[in-house]
T-cell receptor, first 115, second 115 residues
Framework: AQSVAQPEDQVNVAEGNPLTVKCTYSVSGNPYLFWYVQYPNRGLQFLLKYITGDNLVKGSYGFEAEFNKSQTSFHLKKPSALVSDSALYFCAVRDRRTGGFKTIFGAGTRLFVKA | DAGVIQSPRHEVTEMGQEVTLRCKPISGHDYLFWYRQTMMRGLELLIYFNNNVPIDDSGMPEDRFSAKMPNASFSTLKIQPSEPRDSAVYFC?????????????FGPGTRLLVL
């Protein structure tokens, strides 16, 4: 069965420091992987996705994520955090082998960036 | 494009009452998804449609929940009768049908409180 784990409920970072939000996944086949961000009282917004090719994916707002097949991870990163990055971040996976549009979301990680 | 539109944005009702949530997907999107978000269970897929036809409703929690998509521009999620444990934020999302890796676009959500 597909699953996504975000091991940290919360990540605290000082503004200007690099940030990492962790995600590991479990699928029976090869995954499509996504990161979404949710600001207060808003729906989820797409940040980036891994489909195939280069393991380092660049997305919106300076975020990037690295696909690591051997570690089944897809950690979200940013070289220099901004206070405005404070939000709830979701990792998500689709199993391309089983097909369909069913997307499994992680529990979410709340990012706090302090000025 | 206005994005995915949901109404109402907030709903407060009493246990036992019928609740209807509405969604207008992005024009041209062939897939429509209903999600429920709670602190305890995170983001859960309830049901999704392709070309107005329900494809996977395995996430619908009980018979009290039903969803319809009478045309390409409108969908409803109905709870009858509602219970306090149905209190959550309900998101609608839509996606193009070009490929499985297409991004989902989320509406702002309906915050439901059942007293």
């Amino acid at each position: 069965a597909q699953s996504v784990a975000q091991p940290e409920d919360q990540v605290n970072v000082a503004e200007g420091n690099p940030l990492t939000v962790k995600c590991t996944y479990s699928v029976s086949g090869n995954p499509y992987l996504f990161w979404y961000v949710q600001y207060p009282n808003r729906g989820l917004q797409f940040l980036l996705k891994y489909i195939t090719g280069d393991n380092l994916v660049k997305g919106s707002y300076g975020f990037e994520a690295e696909f690591n097949k051997s570690q089944t991870s897809f950690h979200l990163k940013k070289p220099s955090a901004l206070v405005s990055d404070s939000a709830l971040y979701f990792c998500a996976v689709r199993d391309r082998r089983t097909g369909g549009f069913k997307t499994i979301f992680g529990a979410g990680t709340r990012l706090f960036v302090k000025a | 494009d206005a994005g995915v539109i949901q109404s109402p944005r907030h709903e407060v009702t009493e246990m036992g009452q019928e609740v209807t949530l509405r969604c207008k997907p992005i024009s041209g999107h062939d897939y429509l998804f209903w999600y429920r978000q709670t602190m305890m269970r995170g983001l859960e897929l309830l049901i999704y449609f392709n070309n107005n036809v329900p494809i996977d409703d395995s996430g619908m929690p009980e018979d009290r929940f039903s969803a319809k998509m009478p045309n390409a521009s409108f969908s409803t999620l109905k709870i009858q009768p509602s219970e306090p444990r149905d209190s959550a934020v309900y998101f609608c999302a839509s996606s193009r049908a070009l490929a499985i890796q297409e991004t989902q676009y989320f509406g702002p959500g309906t915050r439901l409180l059942v007293l």
